[in-house]
């Protein structure tokens, strides 16, 4: 008796866990309010992403990085096809033209007064060395040109390059017939006559002429031509020769005889036409001579 009761006891209890197994697998929905029974009132750690603090601005990139610089100057001349060079408070200064900028120059003459926009960009493995690449190049408002003569500074020091190796000389301002420029001590300068010839062999000598606001270039360019076919054969220097000796030049003829060079140049300074005769031996100054009077030609300035 007492085991048919303990079977229908445990028959009693296996139904029991049945029907709990079953409710289990229907999650039924909770009273609200209620908590839920069985292991289901544990506590759950969320998955969500907590509310996040305010988020820190994002490191700059390098465009964002990039700072436009704002310049003025005067405006030297064109090194090579894409690279100008400006004084500025720095003293002269290289640029790239950057996008936009690469027919500038032709807008420009030697000695006008520009501004300018231009970014730094670092070259080189070790980081040290800076490019500067123009985004504006153009013409101060009002088109003013370089300060007159009188606004120039007593001396300036150029870098030349003499025997292969980069120097830094000083020359001192001295007055022409209408004219300014810088003369180096090598050089004596007779302003009634516009002659700078070295002092240690006066056969090298340059002689700057101011021109009439009317002048002819093409007859100037037939008479040198004819001047100088007595030394030897005329050569006429390619716009890109020219501007390695010196900027605004728009004539350049030389002729090479024995033992000697000698040349005809028409130099324009803010509208204003000089012709310049050179007289180049072939002997032992030959090699200083070049750097130093292309140097003084090109700091010729309007008074």
């Given at each position: ?79 090579d096809n894409h690279s100008v060079e400006i004084e500025t408070e720095e003293g002269p200064t290289a640029f790239e033209l950057g996008a936009g900028t690469e027919d500038a120059p032709e807008l420009l003459e ?194």
């Open positions: 008796m007492r085991s048919q009761r303990s079977l229908t006891a445990i028959a009693a209890v296996a139904v029991l866990m049945l029907a709990l197994t079953a409710c289990g697998g229907n999650h039924p929905a909770e009273a609200p309010g209620l908590p839920s029974a069985g292991p289901s009132s544990a506590p759950v750690e969320s998955t969500a992403a907590p509310s996040p603090s305010p988020a820190l601005p994002p490191s700059p990139t390098g465009a964002a990085e990039t700072q436009v610089i704002q310049g003025s100057g005067v405006y030297i001349g064109q090194i030697m000695d006008d007064a520009v501004v300018f926009a231009y970014v730094e960009k670092v070259v080189g493995s070790d980081g040290t060395a800076v490019q500067r690449v123009l985004s504006s190049l153009s013409k101060a408002e009002g088109g003013g040109a370089a300060p007159a003569a009188s606004a120039l500074p007593d001396t300036q020091t150029f870098r030349l390059t003499l025997e292969g190796m980069e120097e830094e000389k000083t020359a001192a301002l001295a007055e022409g017939e209408g004219y300014s420029l810088y003369v180096f001590d090598i050089f004596s300068f007779d302003a009634a006559s516009g002659k700078l010839a070295m002092k240690v062999d006066p056969g090298y000598y340059a002689e700057i002429i101011k021109l009439p606001a009317d002048f002819d270039l093409d007859a100037i360019e037939q008479e040198g031509k004819a001047e100088l076919a007595a030394t030897g054969k005329v050569t006429a220097l390619t716009r890109e020769e020219r501007d390695r000796r010196m900027s605004g030049i728009r004539l350049y003829l030389t002729a090479m005889g024995s033992g000697l060079t000698r040349q005809v140049a028409v130099k324009e300074v803010d509208g204003q036409g000089y012709l310049i005769r050179l007289n180049i031996p072939q002997r032992e100054a030959s090699e200083g001579f070049g750097p130093h009077v292309y140097a003084s030609l090109d700091s010729l300035v309007n008074q």
